[in-house]
């Protein structure tokens, strides 16, 4: 909205209830008694008789007070209660006030009063068709003697409306005629240009005629009405400047004008502009009149908001408008514990909200928790309770407490009503999904399911609540109850189309098959098939396509390839008029794969037959998706029964045919990760040039494409290679380069292990010339090893037990180049550190010790397995024999009884072979306890 346009409408007091209050009065004054004491309260008629003289004074905001407080009595008189509401619409009419004033009158009983009123407020509303009506119809001689010169005033800015000079010069000689009194003509005169600047008739010499006006009106009561004429119609022709010196041009005037004044002011200059806000921070701290200082706060919020319209051309640091709106309402008188912005209890709500606000939109959310925490402490009646607690939500979803977030939406719903409350309950249980609180996620969906008014909400709670079922589901029985759950939705009706039943059996029959349970999978599909019968023609094909994917996992390549057929079938023939639009585009994209799962059934039954239809395929559909997945399953195929050579060629075929292709770049990207991983495979047979070459295939990947998913994978099996080749340095360079430009990456903990490695691998390549390790070197390796146990492997047991024994087993290398007692306090080192993985495992039973190794992964109990074996090295080369032997026996005591591969640490035979060694020994005693 433009600034002029913003300003105008606060001026006019027609923005919505509860945004601006630009009069000294709040909005709801009709229900609102007046400012006299019960003592001093004289009787009806005499009260009906001072607020008619304070309206024919001019002072419409004591007029007002006092009629509003006759129209509060139930027992006034029905004559009176006319009389009062006439003079309150009037009052409000001088004020511009017109949403009051029209609310007011509407229920007046008709007359020519009310229609002159009525046309006053078309007029203040912009409707001049409406006001000629009024006009036309009214009866000037029926009004009292003292507002047959407003009659008069409604024809002459109707005849200003239309530009009929005969008639404005008519209007203005029957005004000077039939008014009461100079202050009487000077309110109309007012009111007049106030009308012509909303219609927006506003010339140089209408600017020229209100300067003489504003000039002459210095020291008068009406001395700040004609100088915020002047503004607005300045502002209206973009003289900013020019209209916020009228309004200080106005002279010294009461407190509660000057903060309209200074609010008007700050929004005619703009909020973006630093003197705008000075301005709006004095109306903000003028405690004379609480609407201003409530509209000056929302003013300066708003100047604040990313989300507020902006000139592209000039970008506004919101930011630094949020901090320093925020140092403004935290900022003291000096040597004082008062606020330089008055902190008054009908404002300090709205203070703290403000800067709970900002402090949003500055990124800092733990300030802005404080600040609406302050509001909820402070002022825990206030109506902004629900602000606040907004707020907090949305600071708590901005911090990822996702959990703590739903609780504050929860709060926000409870006193909520529809739909506003079901729309917060299930923000509440995203929170809780999010927070991968999956059963108490999945019960809230489920009561909103039911219980929710708005069938789309119903819908969106039933999708949600069958994937957090999915989310914890990995037994036939969790899948056989989310089968349940379909079918009573089914059962229930309550969805507008069946399409949320359809999405959901997708959703659950598709983790099945992701989960290696394709014969479960398929008769579950079995079981929902009436649900699946009539299906709209996009999802029959995704069930069918489930069907031939199922059919291939349970080895039965003669149906699946069936359903392909009958796929390929329904695409050639899609029904008229019932097909989406964005399946018929799609058609020959899904002709090339459904000729793509052919061709794997038949890769299934026969190799030979497969291949051919593979290369097909890539003739017939051109450079499509489907094109590009059959060199995939092609190199796959191949490299699954040993012919690595075969499927390096064609996956190197798929990143040559297709880096040109945009939308197809992600396969020619995957096919140099793949054809990487064959030349590294044959390195065994074909030297290290095939290392050589994998390492260039991922060189050229990093090089064409640095912003793909799988950069991080790359990047450290590059890393990993070039260590296998001795190239420990050029290791290094690629993995601090990689984290250098990807920090925040989940699988940096795997970097910055790979990372130490080439640190011990290059302490280890460069020696002295007595073949020692750079002591200097394999020490930096150690600290990195202990940054990756402290800080990088807390969330991983298998990765913390890798690095405590490669830190461990530095500090054992280092210990070489050392000798005497520096050599045995290193090695003392490393026996603590080896301690810390050996810990759980120790001092407990067999059975207790094997549980805590079941928890790891094949490689996390390798890494224990070495740990141990280490940890006895250790204590043989500090001579001390018992120990030693107690660490072996460590891991005989944990296999005892275990089945193969579960739980069993690897090492036995070593240990066994140790300790007979060690109990046969004659030369090496125990060590003297």
Known sequence: MLRFTLATFLALGVLLPGQVGSQDLPPNVITTNAAVSPGDLPDRRTLLGLADQALAAGLSSTASGFYAQLL????????????????????????????????????????????????????????????????????????????IAWGHALRWMVAGAESDNLNINLAQEAITRTAVSEEQRQR????????????????????????ELAADAKGTPLAFDYARNLALALAHLKDTKGAA?????????????????????????????????????????????IAIRLTALRALVAAADPRAETDPAKPIDTKAIANEVNDFLLRRNPGQLSYYCPRDLKVLDSIHLARAQLMLFAGSREKARQAAEDLLKDVPASPLVREATRTLAIAAWGDGSYRLAAT???????????????????????????????????????????????????????????????ETSDEISDWNRTTEVIEEAARSNRTRTKEPIWSAIWSLVEDMRKA???????????????????????????FTWQRALLAIANNNPTEASRLAAEIDRKLSNLPAGATP??????????????????????LNAGAAKGLDELVGLRRQFGKVPAAAASYLVEGRHLASVGRNAEAQARFESLAEEFKGEPNLAEFAALGLYEAAEQSALQAPTGGED??????????????????????????????????????????????????????????????????????????????DRNGQLDRQRVSRAAAAYERIAEAWAKDSDDMQIEAWYKWALTLIERSRTETGLEAAATRGE???????????????????????????????????????????????????????????????????????????????????????????????????Q
């Open 72 to 147: 509060a009595d139930p027992k006034l008189s029905d004559k009176d209660r006319e009389q009062a509401g006439l003079g309150l619409s009037a009052a409000y009419i001088e004020r511009t006030r017109t949403a009051e004033a029209k609310a007011t009158v509407k229920f007046l009983p008709k007359s020519p009063r009310k229609s002159l009123r009525e046309g006053l407020i078309a007029l203040l509303e912009n409707d001049p068709d409406g006001a000629r009506a009024f006009s036309v119809d009214l009866n000037i001689a029926a009004l009292p003697p003292y507002e």
């Open 245 to 289: 010196q009228a309004l200080a041009q106005a002279g010294t005037l009461p407190p509660a004008r000057q903060a309209e004044a200074d609010l008007l002011a700050g929004l005619i200059l703009g909020t973006d502009k630093a003197e705008g806000r000075e301005r709006l921070k004095d109306a903000a701290r003028n405690p004379a009149n």
């Open 408 to 470: 504050h939406l929860t709060t926000l719903g409870e006193s909520s009503i529809e739909p506003e409350r079901a729309q917060l309950r299930i923000a509440a249980a995203d929170c809780l999904f999010l927070a991968k609180d999956f059963v108490l996620a999945e019960k809230a969906y489920a009561a909103l399911q039911k219980d929710a008014a708005d069938t789309k909400i119903s819908e969106d709670a039933f999708h949600q609540r069958i994937l957090s079922l999915l």
């Open 188 to 211: 109309i005169e007012v009111l007049g240009y106030r009308a012509m600047i909303v219609a927006g008739k506003v010339e140089q010499r209408t600017v020229s005629a209100l300067r």
């Open 581 to 602: 639009d964005e399946l018929s585009k799609a058609v020959p994209e899904l002709r090339g794969h459904a000729a793509l799962l052919k061709a794997r059934t038949s």
């Open 516 to 542: 290696q349970r394709p014969a479960d999978a398929e008769r579950l599909l079995a079981r929902l098939d009436p649900l699946t019968r009539g299906a709209r023609i996009d999802y029959d094909l995704r």
């Open 830 to 928: 490393a026996r603590k550190i080896l301690l810390r993985a050996l810990g759980a495992l120790r001092d407990a039973t067999a059975r207790a010790a094997a549980d805590t190794a079941g928890r790891l992964s094949p490689e996390g109990r390798l890494w224990l397995s070495r740990s141990v074996l280490l940890m006895a090295e250790t204590c043989e080369l500090d001579g001390d024999r018992a120990e030693a032997i107690a660490a072996y026996k460590i891991i005989v005591n944990v296999n005892q009884g275990q089945p193969s591969a579960q739980s069993r640490l690897p090492g036995q035979s070593t240990a066994e072979s140790k300790l007979a060694t060690l109990r046969n020994s004659s030369s090496n005693p125990s060590k003297p």
């Open 690 to 767: 095939k290392l050589t070459h994998a390492v260039l295939l991922l060189e050229r990947f990093t090089a064409t494409y640095p912003q793909n998913a799988l950069i991080f994978r790359v990047s450290l099996r590059r890393a990993e290679i070039l260590r296998t080749l001795g190239q420990f340095d050029k290791s290094l360079l690629v993995l601090e380069g990689l984290i250098r430009d990807k920090p925040t990456d989940p699988s940096r903990p795997q970097a910055e292990m790979a990372r130490a490695d080439s640190l011990f691998g290059m302490a280890q390549q460069w020696r």
